[in-house]
Nanobody, 122 residues
């Protein structure tokens, strides 16, 4: 079981910024993809941004130019810098990890954090 721990959520006014962070266990390595998803009330969970171990990124159209995803492979962390926040960005943000190595084995599948709430007031 992989425990992902998010931090950095909170309340911010529209136009403001927040930075989310997520840390994966230190005893895993070679993580394939890390990223962020979000779920607003009454809506399905959706992709926000992901980043491969190589550094290749993928963003939802709604956040392009405002959000930046980054990761530190040595520390097993991923961050999401959110600028120019809008009320429609209000959601629970979930850290996600896909694929990792531990010992001599490689594990596929998606793993999720418990989520951190971001509220953007108008």
């Amino acid at each position: 079981q992989v425990q992902l721990v998010e931090s950095g959520g909170g309340l911010v006014q529209a136009g403001g910024s927040l930075r989310l962070s997520c840390v994966a266990p230190k005893n895993i390595f070679n993580i394939h993809i890390m990223g962020w998803y979000r779920q607003a009330p009454g809506k399905q969970r959706e992709l926000v941004a992901t980043i491969k171990r190589s550094g290749n990124t993928n963003y939802a159209d709604s956040v392009k130019g405002r959000f930046t995803v980054s990761r530190d492979n040595a520390q097993n962390t991923v961050a999401l810098q959110m600028n120019s926040l809008k009320p429609e960005d209000t959601a629970v943000y979930y850290c996600n990890l896909e694929g990792y190595s531990s010992g001599d084995a490689y594990y596929t599948g998606n793993y999720w954090g418990k989520g951190t709430l971001v509220t953007v007031s108008s």
